[in-house]
């Protein structure tokens, strides 16, 4: 037998036995009687010899020792042991010799050579299966076949679960001299089976969850996104609006939309998109529209708003930020606005749709605390239909986001003729302006 405190040389064993020897390095413990094939150069020939390798930590060296393999027999029986975890023992009743496989050494991590008695392997049960295994050796010995049974062994630190099958080596009287014991180790396929419990328990809590979450995100946005108001019909305004996740099962986001009459006569229109998806998001979405609901009641103008607008979301811990593009249509039929990093409102006058030219686009909110917005003014005509919109309507992965305008606004004056619900509806089932990569929200209002 060879020994040594190893620096392993590069080609002088099998790969997997280095990967072996450094995990001992690092994690502790012992490797017990693996096979390895040495392959040498002697006098220009290559020999080639299998070895059973052992090796241990010894302070801060390693500790290796092998030997070569005495048969094609031995080697087969220790393959065998290896790969299927496993190994078989003996207890000399009489004697109190006891003979183990290296198999059976490698499951419990005990030194080869010094094999534990029946008294230190009951030592090692965990405690609840002490009876078992009590009742177990005495079927054993009793002759009973088969004598089966799975038993828990703590082995340093880390329980591992048997399979023990067992038959007596009884004399010419029947009496039981010897117990013969053979052992498969399931504690890999146990802590697999744990892993995969652990994994679906976990996977399960997070899908509640989700559901969870977008049952209430869900209401929440209905309870902020409710049915337009018939009291614009009654200042000769049509209008529509529309809000859709980028997949169905998909957690909502922070698309918002507000248009209302407001008590001086004008009318409220916004639209806005809070960074985010699901109930973090709705709730900016809804902080902000609510602000922008009550600093529309002041009077103020659509810049002021929309810098007042600003400075909420700059102080808002969460560090997000939000586009809008927030005004008002007064009774003269001029819309007052403001952009804040949003795409501008799209105009159909004629069967031509065009972006509005909002002379100075703002930064994002939240992106620029102090910032202050000018109000853009845009005189509107009978007929005309303004069409509001978050960029999950005109973003798409790969391409400039001027297409996708370009393309909503070909597609919107192909649609002159529509009412603003029938050319929401033609919108969002046009295969081209389906399946956005974000979520999409839609307001059109048409001057009547």
């Known amino acids: 037998m060879g020994q040594r405190f190893l620096e392993a040389r590069p080609g002088a064993v099998q790969s997997g036995l280095l990967s072996a020897l450094a995990d001992l390095v690092e994690n502790g413990g012992t490797l017990e009687g693996r096979v390895v094939d040495y392959t040498e150069q002697r006098l220009g020939r290559l020999h080639r010899t299998p070895l059973l390798y052992s090796a241990a930590l010894c302070g801060e060296q390693l500790l290796a020792t092998w030997r070569p393999v005495r048969s094609q027999t031995e080697l087969l029986t220790i393959d065998a042991q290896y790969l299927a975890s496993l190994g078989w023992g003996n207890w000399d009743l009489l004697s109190g010799k006891v003979t183990w496989s290296e198999g059976l050494s490698r499951i419990f991590h005990a030194e080869i050579g010094m094999p534990w008695p029946l008294e230190q392997l009951c030592d090692a049960l965990v405690a609840d299966d002490l009876t078992a ?30 399979d023990l099958l067992g038959r007596p080596v009884a004399g010419t009287d029947g009496r039981a001299w010897a117990v013969n014991l053979v052992a498969r180790d399931l504690t890999p396929q146990m802590r697999s089976r744990r892993r995969l419990a652990e994994t679906e328990r976990e996977t399960g809590r997070l899908r509640r969850e989700a559901q969870a979450e977008r049952r209430v995100a869900d209401a929440l946005r209905e309870a902020l996104l409710p049915t337009l108001s018939e009291a614009l019909a009654a200042v000769g305004l049509t209008v529509a609006a529309s809000y859709r996740p980028a997949e169905p099962d998909a957690a909502v986001g922070g698309d918002w ?4 009459l407001l008590p001086d006569g004008r009318v409220l229109v916004a639209i806005g998109d809070a960074a985010g998806h699901g109930l973090d998001a709705v709730a900016r979405m809804a902080q902000q529209r609510h602000a922008l609901a009550g600093l529309a009641q002041t009077g103020a ?11 909420l979301v700059c102080s808002d811990p969460a560090g997000q930020t939000a586009t809008v593009v927030a005004g008002h249509i007064d009774e003269d039929r001029t819309l007052h606005w403001a952009d804040a990093g949003h795409p501008a409102p799209l105009l159909l006058r004629d069967g031509l749709a065009e972006p509005l030219d909002a002379g100075q686009r703002g930064p994002l909110l939240g992106a620029l605390p102090g910032y202050g917005y000018d109000t853009s003014r845009t005189p509107l005509r009978q007929g005309d239909t303004l069409l509001l919109y978050t960029d999950g309507m005109v973003e798409h992965r790969g391409e400039d986001v001027t297409k996708g305008i370009e393309r909503l606004a070909i597609a919107m004056g192909h649609s002159s003729e529509l009412a603003p619900r029938e050319l929401i509806d033609m919108l969002l089932a046009d295969p081209e302006q389906a399946g956005p990569d974000d979520d999409a929200c839609m307001l059109a209002i048409r001057v009547d």
């Open 133 to 162: 295994f009590s009742e177990f050796i005495t079927s054993v010995l009793a002759g009973e076949e088969p004598a089966w049974t799975r038993i828990r062994f703590l082995v340093l630190g880390e329980v591992r679960t048997l």
């Open 301 to 311: 103008t659509a810049g002021e708003i929309t810098t007042w607008l600003n400075e």
């Open 257 to 260: 939309y507000k248009c209302r």
